[in-house]
């Protein structure tokens, strides 16, 4: 109670008073109505940031049909996402600050959302939406934290933070393993296309999460073309020197996701959905590399406005005003509460939200609305942002309708309203922050009874002796150098249920290492088995990269049938050991996939 009461006095100095007050959730609606519900297409870019759009103002590309989602709908000029990809995704799916939901790194299982957190695609589908996910999902890979146990029909893609090859990669489609079809994000979108046409007389709930401008850059020759020599008009502003090819691989990949949302938005006119599909663009942080951002400071990673700044776009057509913006201050954690106050079905969630419905801002022409902070955190640093201020992560603060670029602190001069900012900093991260390291101690699942396949990938397993991962970002990569015995790779899991399991290995071997020897076991159970195929292939993505990554290359890796094996439920080491090698080395390792048999 004394937090509370000690919150509302420092927000009442600001002028703040919404935050004290309850929140109210949308009246629950009939099963008949629900049929008559609007389409939801969710449409998140990766790395991309406010000032790649035309619409913003970049005039180094030409983004079409996003900008003409803008003038055709509503534009959020003020809106704010974390600084880096899993906990802006957290935060989309949940309506709540992603320090909540057990969310404290973006790769080796700490990016995925606590068990007990309710989604948004688990709130639509419980109001009778059919839902899909065709992307980069970054929230968790094995059941129940694989996207088709949090409310997720239907998904494909991948669900690691980054991947190595964006052309015909290795994907999953709801968690068997697949090969993608020509460059990743057109066909991201050919699914999304497909899923449309096929729901087109139901309710349905769309999630695009692409994965560019992520690097890898790489992007179609169409696309490149247009760039690979292209002088820059603007360029960044500070002092940090801008890679100008990287600059230009990003917006060649951003014109790439402007092709394919005029994609969607014509296959909704083919459809004649284009009246009841409310569709939502963004990005997941600010952008990836120092280059023209309307003069912000900071890019991912920061928790600066140039970090968290995103655009959020809404079109409905003949629902939403058109042209619209709308300058007050929103957050991620609002789309959540705001699609379902749109689609006026119930919320359903679990816990108490930190969103707000945006829809007053959204249809009202003078809509009562109070001001509000929003707060930005990542790696230790934490921002806060007022309609017109900004405390940044040292504590200086920032005007920032005079001076978006942060230069000048105003903490001397405002100590009032610096000091009832910094408190509230530090009662927001005593709030949120969680009390123990639970998190950080989460094996990773294996064999849900309710789900056929468990993906042990090399990102989350940990290496023993000599041997070495293939780069030390660890989302794409694998296992490699593994020359003795004595060497092994161990994952930390827990066995949901007892089942008999059929196990695949995907690995590359020389030709001279056929009849390594190695042995898959936990606990008292294990399976033997012998390579007699050799694969060697050469690794891929320098000869498609735009500019020099810092990702792992990848190969084609094939699978490997070990057999089957019986699991005993409860927590333990899943290792694999390596029992002989003929020559120099067992095997480069990718991935286990476990099948449920029983």
Known sequence: MRNILVKCMALAILGLPLACKEKTKPESTSNTQRNHKPNIVLILADDQGWGDLGITGNTNLATPNIDAMAKNGVMFDHFYVSPVCSPTRA???????????????????????????????????????????????????????????????????????????????????????????????????????????????????????????????????EFWNKFRDKELAMKYHGEEEENENFTRAALAMVENIDYNVGRVLN???????????????????????????????????????????????????????????????????????????????EMNTQKPLDGKSLKP?????????????????????TSIRTQKYRLDSEDRLYDMEKDGGQTTDLSGKLPQLADSLKQLKRDWLQEVMPKSKETEDRPFTLGHPDYVYTQIPARDGVAHGNIERSNRHPNDTFFTYWKSTKDSISWDVEVLADGDFEVELYYTAKEKDLGSQFELRLGESSLKATITKAHDPPLVGAERDRDPRIESFTKDFIPMVLGKISLKKGRGNLVLQALKIPEEEIMDMRLLLFKRVD
């Open 91 to 221: 935060e989309l799916l949940t309506g709540r600050y992603f320090p909540r939901v057990g969310v404290y790194s973006t790769s080796s299982g700490g990016e995925r959302l606590n068990l007990d957190e309710t989604t948004i695609a688990e709130v639509f589908r419980k109001a009778g939406y059919a839902t899909a996910a065709y992307g980069k999902w970054h929230n968790g890979m094995q059941p129940p934290y694989h996207p088709n146990a949090r409310g997720f029909d239907d998904f494909y893609g991948f669900c690691s933070g980054h991947w190595g090859n964006y052309f015909s990669p290795m994907l999953e489609h709801n968690g068997e393993i697949v090969k993608g079809n020509g460059f990743i994000i057109d066909d991201l979108t050919n699914k999304g296309l497909e899923f449309m046409a096929r729901k087109k007389e139901h309710p349905f709930f769309l999630y695009l999460p692409f994965n560019t401008p992520h690097s890898p850059m790489q992007v179609p020759d």
């Open 267 to 345: 296959k909704l006119r083919d459809l004649q959905l284009e009246e009841n599909t409310l569709v939502i663009y963004l990005s997941d942080n600010g952008p990836n590399g120092w280059r023209w951002n309307a003069g912000m400071r900071g890019k991912k990673g920061s928790t600066d406005e140039g970090g968290v700044r995103s655009p959020l776009v809404m079109q409905w057509k003949n629902k939403l005003p058109k042209g619209k913006h709308i300058s007050q201050i929103a957050s991620s954690i609002d789309v959540l509460p705001t699609l379902t106050d749109l689609a006026q079905i």
């Open 361 to 381: 801002l959204l249809m009202g022409d003078n809509a009562s609305w109070y001001d509000r902070v929003v707060y930005n955190h990542w790696n230790r640093s």
